[in-house]
């Protein structure tokens, strides 16, 4: 009897899981109406691995592979733009819709608005560039690095993809080395593989 | 904290919740959790790194425990009126919950045992820290959570049933 009062007190009842829930909701709801929120996130499943995909005000900012580590990615997204960072909400709904349609083969082109602030100078130029390369198509990180106005910043190139904030979305998996290897890739190169194998066959 | 917020809720937002629940009443519990973790999420970016986050939360609850607790007595139904059916007052908790007749017999303890209880049972603080939030000495939080306890344990039947003569 002695300790089953104390336990009682601190063991979670029945029915608490749900109700935490409809808080957690309405919490960012709350939060999102009065603007307090740098970010919400939410995890999609995909061919690819699970994804995690973040959202500012502005846009999506952050799409991340698996193999990236979602908390340490949250932990980096954090410091990045702020704390104030809640799972759920509505802001990418959308998105995770057009993701579905894009590994289906019935979407070639992302229109959500993107937020890019992860991104600068010469990584932000090539990163414009990127999303200007056609689905299905494919470019050398040379000529990436020539519609990006710099021709010798090859490696340059190659750092951008490398850091690429919203891959899938800004297709980095569209760029290839010259001779037609495949070069490198954040999420892998097996993803980056399956993701030009779909848009081959598409 | 560069920790997103959302850990925050995770780690300590069912401990909250049972907090809430012993210092207003399972009934105002959920309005002093979402005031909770609300003007947590605003102040969370300038919380030092090394900061006791469960700690720093129970101190914010304390607060918004007293703002909802004063509401709830401004917006007590006038008698003579029919109360909606729909909000259960705080002396009738919500069916819905389980253990709703512990709550009721820790609602019924006097006000600084109560907190201690809550603060230190529920949440886990140290008495040195329950005793910031409620006052008075590390000593005095230890006796009153002690004392607490002692008092559920006669006006509190574990198999569902609160004794009315104490």
């Known amino acids: ?53 973040a959202a500012t005000e502005d846009g999506v900012v952050r799409v991340a592979f698996e193999v990236e580590d979602h908390d340490r990615v949250l932990e980096s997204l954090g410091a990045a733009i702020g704390s104030r960072i809640l799972r759920g909400g509505h802001r990418l709904d959308l998105l995770a819709r057009e993701l579905d349609d894009y590994f289906a083969g019935r979407r070639h082109v992302f229109d959500v608005p993107l937020d890019l602030r992860l991104a600068r100078g010469f990584r932000l130029t090539v990163l414009r560039h990127l999303s200007e390369i056609p689905y299905g198509s494919t470019e050398s990180y040379g000529e990436v690095a020539v519609a990006s106005g710099n021709p010798r910043a090859v490696r340059a190139v190659g750092s951008a993809c490398a850091t690429n ?21 954040l999420g892998g190169l097996p993803a980056k593989e399956r993701l030009l194998a779909l848009e081959r066959a598409a | 904290m560069l920790q997103p917020f959302e850990q925050a809720v995770t780690e300590h937002g ?25 003007s947590a999420l605003r102040a969370w970016p300038d919380l030092p790194d090394d900061a006791n986050v469960r700690a720093w939360l129970v101190t914010i609850a304390h607060r918004k425990a007293i703002d909802v607790a004063r509401a709830g007595a401004r917006h007590a139904v006038p008698v003579g009126e029919v109360p909606d059916a729909t909000a259960p007052r705080g002396d009738q908790p919500e069916e819905a919950l389980p253990d709703a007749d512990l709550w009721q017999a820790v609602a019924a303890l006097p006000e600084k045992q109560r907190l201690c209880v809550a603060y230190h049972h529920v949440a886990g603080l140290p008495h040195p820290e329950v005793a910031r939030i409620v006052g008075g000495t590390p000593a005095a939080a230890r006796r009153a959570a002690a004392d607490g306890i002692a008092r559920l344990r006669t006006t509190y039947a574990p198999d569902g049933r609160v004794s009315l003569h104490v």
Do not use: K, N
Not at chain 1, 165 to 185: E, T, W
């Open chain 2, 14 to 38: 069912a401990v909250v919740l049972r907090v809430c629940r012993a210092v207003v009443g399972p009934t105002e519990a959920d309005d002093a959790w979402s005031e909770t973790f609300l």
């Open chain 1, 165 to 185: 904030p919203l891959p899938i979305v800004v297709p980095c998996h569209r760029v290839l080395r010259s001779d037609g290897s495949l070069g490198g890739y």
């Open chain 1, 1 to 53: 009897m002695s300790d089953l009062t104390i336990q009682l007190l601190t063991e979670p009842a029945t029915g608490d899981r749900e109700r935490l829930d409809a808080l957690h909701a309405a919490l960012v709801d709350r939060a999102s109406a009065e603007s307090s929120l740098h970010a919400t996130y939410r995890v999609v499943d995909s061919p690819v691995g699970a994804l995690l995909l």
